[in-house]
């Protein structure tokens, strides 16, 4: 095991090992359970391993060394990277990079790649059972994880402005992201499968082009992007012979004082009359700098004005689009249609509220109708004499007690004509002789 890298759990299992490092059985379905198993432990250790490494590519003489284990190397690794290549996790470096395009292909092998592929026909054509041990494959997973992370550090770094670099600025951008060139060159070619960049030569130079942000794929590399390129290389160039010209009349400089304070006057004159022509060469190499910098303020200019007159254009089209069914007539029109619903529905609410008026009408007539009944009552009934307002006379009739009278019309009737017979035996009574 390949040292810093930590082991699985069942690395010191003797028992459990010995049943990972032994071979699949030729047919899965004896034990699937197994077989499975044993297959998904390999897959995930193969991409730990490159992960840890920080490489993309493996080959199975490099999985052989690092899972070695007491002095024993796994052999089921080569069921493993085909399973994996069935699977699409993996795919053999040669096939990997054929599928970019033609172009790429002979640019892939011969001119980026630190060394050629190691590729025949028959291996782009088919593959033979057995895997070579030198074979290397790509970790699907692990290129395109590479890819969005050179892009990020591209876009994040002092070149996004710049949409053209030559691979060893490249190589140098991508050192704490790439492990090698052959990563990197995976890298790219995830890239340009994706459409993010193209790589081309120039005058023997390989220079790489990437997607600006805003657009969806990035475009071949032109006459103007190879115009832009040359001019941002000479203001590269003319720039670090201008520091270097300061560096070196600022030398002449500091000799003529050491050589003043020795008292060699002409020699001190000399290397004076050396730091002017220095200082005149400087100059006028920075008044070219100055005008390439010029030149490239006015491209860039220019390409914003022609991303605004882009945006202009699609604005006008959109506008255009949206007002294509409409006119000041439909507009009258739609604007009187909803004037005439307003009103029909000002008219439903006012008949629906008349509906609660009319309840409040007759609560109204029913409170002037009882007001008139009131007035209409006669203080007194017209033949019964007032009610005396004085005490009765006393009478020799008993009086009747005082009681509410809860009873019905038939008990009053009765009770009345008790009173009235015992008011017809009385005189009879009273004239009977005493004893």
């Known amino acids: 095991m390949s040292a810093g890298m930590s082991l699985p759990p069942?690395?010191?299992?003797?028992?459990?090992?010995n049943f990972l490092f032994s071979d699949f059985k030729a047919n899965r379905d004896v034990n699937t359970s197994d077989w499975d198993g044993k297959m998904d432990f390999w897959s995930a250790l193969v991409l730990k391993s490159c992960r840890h490494r920080g490489t993309v590519c493996v080959s199975l003489q490099e999985l052989?060394?690092?899972f070695r284990r007491r002095e024993r190397a796994p052999l089921g690794l080569p069921t493993v990277l085909q399973s994996m290549a069935r699977c699409g996790k993996i795919q053999r470096e040669?096939?990997?990079?054929?599928?970019?395009?033609?172009?790429?292909?002979?640019?892939?092998?011969?001119l980026l790649l630190v060394k050629p592929l190691k590729w025949t026909f028959s291996t782009l054509l088919g593959s033979s059972r057995e895997v070579?041990?030198?074979?290397?494959?790509?970790?699907?997973?692990?290129?395109?994880?590479?890819?969005?992370?050179?892009?990020?550090?591209y876009r994040s770094s002092e070149f996004a402005n710049s949409s053209i670099l030559s691979f060893q600025e490249l190589c140098a951008l991508s050192a704490d992201v790439c492990a090698d060139e052959s990563a990197l060159c995976m890298?790219?070619?995830?890239?340009?499968?994706?459409?993010?960049?193209?790589?081309?030569?120039?005058?023997?130079?390989?220079?790489?082009?990437?997607?600006?942000?805003?657009?969806?794929r990035v475009s071949p590399v032109s006459d103007v992007d190879i115009g832009v390129y040359q001019l941002q290389r000479s203001e590269k160039l003319l720039g670090e012979r201008v520091e270097k010209l300061g560096l070196e009349a600022d030398k002449c400089k500091e000799e003529a004082r050491m050589l003043l304070q020795e008292g060699k006057k002409s020699q001190a004159l000399r290397c004076l009359r050396g730091r002017k022509r220095v200082e005149k060469r400087a100059d006028n190499l920075f008044a070219k700098l100055e005008s390439i910098r010029g030149i490239l303020d006015r491209i860039a200019q220019s390409q914003t004005d022609k991303m605004v007159m882009q945006a202009y254009q699609a604005g006008v089209s959109a506008l255009r689009l949206s007002l294509k069914d409409m006119s000041v007539e439909r507009a009258e029109n739609l604007v009187d249609q909803i004037q005439e619903l307003c009103d029909t529905q000002d008219e439903v609410n006012q008949t629906i509220s008349s509906v609660s008026g009319a309840d409040e009408d007759v609560d109204e007539l029913e409170e002037e109708l009882k007001s008139l009944l009131d007035e209409?009552?006669?203080?007194?009934?017209s033949g019964i004499p007032e009610v005396p307002t004085g005490g009765l006379p006393p009478s020799g009739e008993p009086a009747v007690p005082y009681q509410h009278l809860n009873i019905s019309a038939e008990q009053l009737e009765e009770e009345l004509s008790c009173q009235q017979k015992k008011k017809t035996t009385s005189p009879v009574k009273s004239l009977e002789p005493a004893q």
């Open 10 to 17: 069942d690395w010191d299992d003797d028992e459990r090992m």
């Open 376 to 381: 209409s009552k006669p203080d007194s009934v």
């Open 94 to 110: 040669s096939e990997f990079a054929a599928n970019v395009d033609c172009g790429w292909l002979s640019w892939g092998v011969g």
């Open 187 to 216: 890298a790219l070619l995830q890239l340009q499968r994706d459409k993010q960049v193209t790589v081309s030569l120039h005058e023997g130079e390989k220079i790489v082009k990437f997607c600006q942000p805003g657009q969806d």
């Open 132 to 153: 070579p041990l030198e074979e290397s494959f790509v970790v699907i997973e692990l290129v395109k994880e590479k890819a969005a992370e050179l892009l990020r550090v």
């Open 64 to 66: 052989n060394d690092t």
